[in-house]
């Protein structure tokens, strides 16, 4: 049946900064499917509140862990209280991230500090640190699964000067495909989300500014929203994309194909 094909109930997902933005809408669609969400954020109040709606929301269930992913050991200590709930884990998605924009001249070398870090170093060191309980349960008929958020600004070159930003997402593009290669042989699907512009709060104040401007240069003419990342994200990580990997797949609304000529 295309139902059983679909369905991710009791599945067990980590979303790294799944407490807002378009980690939220990805928190939200598992959760609506029955998954067992992990969530975790610096800010562990407002996470742990997010959580509990979240739970309320269900039928599925979340949980907030306290992590600084910028820090090593904070993602060490991700994975050890993880431990804590459960001993394996069915997909791991990378979405926290950061952005910097700044004129060319003026461009900060904390920015690519800060946007690296977290954009590609993180994506790996979370990535790694996961792998003993994505291992666990891992099967070629039901793989595990990492799905990593990138950006169409890691395909397109982007209007705004947000240098640091848009190198970030195209290495994590690549990063996708040599992990995916990688684990491919231990039953390790690796996939990317190159997203379009979806409402966050990173992007809320240049949305909100430009709000014409970027709706006419979607096809589509809108914002991404929280059931445009469920269909995705619920279809990566279900028995019907077990032979997908290494995929960097748009979710934009039709941006790549559009002309502004």
């Known amino acids: 049946m295309v139902s059983n094909l679909f369905n991710v109930k009791d599945k067990i ?3 790294t900064g799944g407490g807002s933005g378009i980690g939220y809408g990805i928190s939200l669609g598992f959760i609506k499917n029955g998954s067992k969400v992990y969530i975790c954020s610096r800010d562990f109040e407002k996470c742990k509140k997010t959580a509990d709606e979240l739970t309320k929301i269900g039928p599925g269930k979340c949980i907030a862990i306290k992590a600084d992913l910028s820090k090593l050991s904070d993602i060490k200590s991700l994975f050890q209280e993880f431990e804590k709930y459960e001993s394996s884990l069915d997909c791991l998605v990378n979405n926290s991230g950061a952005n910097w924009g700044e004129e060319l001249e003026k461009y900060p070398d904390l920015a690519w500090d800060k946007v690296l870090n977290l954009n590609v170093k993180a994506v790996f060191n979370t990535s790694v640190a996961a792998l003993p309980f994505l291992k666990k349960n891992a099967s070629a008929q039901d793989p595990s699964r990492i799905i990593n958020i990138g950006s169409i600004d890691g395909i397109r070159v982007p209007r705004l000067e947000t240098y640091a930003y848009s190198a970030s997402k195209a290495a994590v593009h690549q990063l996708t495909r040599t992990l995916a290669d990688r684990l491919a042989p231990e039953h390790i699907l690796v996939n990317a989300i190159a997203a379009g512009p979806f409402m966050s709060k990173m992007t809320k104040q240049t949305f909100t500014q430009f709000e014409d401007l970027v709706k006419s240069s979607v096809a589509t003419g809108r914002f991404g929203n929280n059931e445009d ?18 995929a960097i797949i748009p979710l934009e609304g039709g941006v790549l194909i559009k002309s502004n000529l």
């Open 13 to 15: 997902v980590m979303v």
């Open 229 to 246: 990342l469920e269909g995705l994200l619920v279809f990566l990580t279900s028995r019907a994309s077990t032979y997908i990997t290494g």
